[in-house]
């Protein structure tokens, strides 16, 4: 597709659920990243892929969270029992450079999960 | 503790004066700073950028200026347009850091025709 798509938009989970989040980047991309943006805050950076590798996952909140990218295109962000404090919006960004030539270009970003925890 | 800070959450504007958002910053290791604007209900998509090495960088209506001593970098758009309505986030990186981005909480602009 033309850009990062993300599905679903919308998720109402009950506390206690498991959620699967899903990442299309852009076709050919190599990096993917996974972002939360708690209410009225900025863009918190959770994981890396490059390719299918998991580069960095130093942001990921706690084991609830895990993140696959198992054939280095679609990627799986996924939350078990879910809490309130997870009700976010999950932000993927992808692009088709890597390592060392990401420094200083740009990321785009899909429009982002929309996840409410009740 | 917040590493990027936009101290204004909101600022009013009328159609074709200047609108100056500003991002301050604590980490002395960020050396590449970007500005990103969200519309409601769409992802962020990138603006400007600066590398620390240069103090002013311009495209358009859009510039930013970099003051590394005081840690501090302003986005000035002129003349401000109704479509320029959003909330706009300051962002950093640091090269030793890797690839991640730094967000600070984002300042919402109105335009005001």
């Known amino acids: 597709g033309a850009g990062v798509s993300q599905s679903p938009r919308y998720k109402v989970a009950k506390r206690g659920q498991d959620v699967a989040l899903r990442c299309d980047p852009i076709s050919g991309h190599v990096s993917l990243f996974w972002y939360q943006q708690a209410l009225g805050q900025g863009p918190e950076f959770l994981t890396y892929f490059q390719n299918e590798a998991q580069l960095d996952k130093s942001g990921l909140p706690s084991d609830r969270f895990f993140a696959e990218r198992p054939e280095g295109s679609v990627s799986t962000l996924k939350i078990q029992r879910t809490q309130q404090e997870d009700s976010a919006v999950y932000l993927c960004a992808s692009s088709y450079l890597a390592g060392a030539e990401l420094y200083g270009n740009t990321i785009y970003f899909g429009e982002g999960s929309w996840l409410t925890v009740v | ?113």
């Open chain 2, 1 to 113: 503790d917040q590493q990027v800070k936009q101290n204004s959450p909101s600022l009013s504007v009328q159609e074709g004066r200047i609108s100056i958002l500003n991002c301050d910053y604590t980490n002395s290791m960020f050396d590449y700073f970007l500005w990103y604007k969200k519309y409601p209900a769409e992802g962020p998509t990138f603006l400007i950028s600066i590398s620390s090495i240069k103090d002013k960088n311009e495209d358009g209506r859009f510039t930013v200026f970099l003051n590394k001593s005081a840690k501090h970098l302003s986005l000035h758009i002129v003349p401000s347009q109704p479509g320029d309505s959003a909330v706009y986030f300051c962002a950093a990186s640091a090269k030793a850091a890797g690839n991640k981005l730094t967000f600070g909480g984002g300042t919402r602009v109105l335009v005001k025709p």
